[in-house]
């Protein structure tokens, strides 16, 4: 409500165009957007509904990756303003596009995001993956809960894929793991740059009694 108000007596300038708007990117803008076409997020492949390509299988527990956006332009930005400008309404415009996105699961999933660093979220005053996660399950009317807790401060920016790996061993242990065990859960997330994040958080999950586990995020570099 609070954002709904603000956006009537202090309209955003689209990022694309700058046209005051009520939203950070406008109708016609939307529509330059590079979507990410289906591929395996960790080699390219094309494949079918984003899955994981026979090769990469071994390589990761995911399943599943799917992405909405090629980060850059538009998406780019989007993402750097709700995040490191605390324009938090950009969340809510990448949570309606990625809800396109959903029809590629199966109606019976658990939706769970992947925490963000503890002093990340000081720093903004709100986790992104979780306000993204959130505003999936209440527009789709789908469940969510918060299952993993996040350990430790590693900063993933700039990291080389072998360093993110390093730096997110053990970043992540099980809450309520009754709720995990026979659960297909799809992680939430804003960016998947190499996907060592999501396969951590990925791992933790099945080990505490998963079914499945896949993700949905807004972006990745191409």
Known sequence: MIDAIIRIFAPF????CGREEDRLICASCLETVAKVPS??????????????CESCKAKTPLRRVVVLAHHEA???????????ERAKAGLTEMAEMMSGLLPFFPKDILLVHVPTAT?????????????????????NR???????????????VGAKR???????????RPVHEPRIKGAHIVLV??????????????RTLKKAGAKRVDAIVFSQPN
Do not use: N
């Open 74 to 84: 538009l998406p780019k930005e989007l993402v750097h303003v709700a995040k490191y």
């Open 142 to 156: 789908l469940p969510f809960d918060r299952l993993l807790a996040r350990l430790g401060q590693a900063h993933q």
């Open 13 to 16: 300038r689209c990022l694309g």
């Open 189 to 202: 997330d804003d960016v998947c740059t190499t996907g060592a994040t999501l396969e951590a958080a990925a």
């Open 119 to 139: 002093s990340r979220i000081r720093e903004r005053g709100y986790d992104q993956a979780q306000v993204l996660a959130k505003y999936l399950a209440t527009h």
């Open 39 to 52: 591929r395996c997020y960790l080699c390219g492949a094309t494949t079918r509904h984003y899955a994981v």
């Open 162 to 172: 072998s360093e993110r790996i390093a730096h997110v061993r053990g970043a992540f």
